[in-house]
């Protein structure tokens, strides 16, 4: 899994989707979590933690939001150098193939399907993970 001070970055216009993310990432050793209510406030977020020297280390986002979808947060930012490598999770109702065929394309990290529970989270963290630490010792 991830070390426990990993700094994390929730994103969704519900705060009640929010907090149920913050929880689960709390119960799971996690407290160094931020939020943004969409996309567009999100991005600002990711590049000013980076200048500050304070870089995001995991992104968890809805797919669907207001004034800026997370599909098109995460195209942002695997466009940014600065941010290709950064793991991003997504977060949707939607289970459609076609949804999930675009996501891995834009070169999602993994994807969860509403309503999810703890161990689902928890399940999709240590794959990314695995994946994020066999790519490093690859490389």
């Not at 996690?30 to 209510?37: G, I, P, Q």
């Not at 207001?66 to 941010?83: E, H, N, Q, S, V």
């Not at 891995?104 to 399940?123: E, I």
Request: hydrophobic share 45%; glycine share 4%; net charge neutral.
């Amino acid at each position: 899994m991830f070390p426990p001070n990993t700094k994390f970055l929730v994103i969704d216009d519900f705060a009640t989707m929010r907090k149920i993310i913050r929880k689960i990432l709390t119960e799971l050793g996690y407290t160094n979590v931020e939020e943004a209510d969409d996309g567009a406030n999100a991005w600002p977020l990711i590049q000013k933690a980076h200048e500050a020297g304070t870089p995001f280390q995991f992104v968890i986002s809805d797919w669907n939001m207001p004034k800026m979808l997370g599909i098109d947060l995460l195209r942002t930012c695997k466009a940014d150098p600065r941010f290709a490598d950064l793991p991003f999770m997504l977060v949707t109702a939607e289970s459609e193939q076609k949804q999930i065929l675009e996501a891995a394309k834009a070169g999602v990290s993994d994807y969860v399907v509403k309503p999810f529970n703890a161990a689902t989270l928890k399940q999709k963290l240590e794959r990314v993970y695995a994946k994020t630490n066999n790519a490093a010792k690859a490389s």
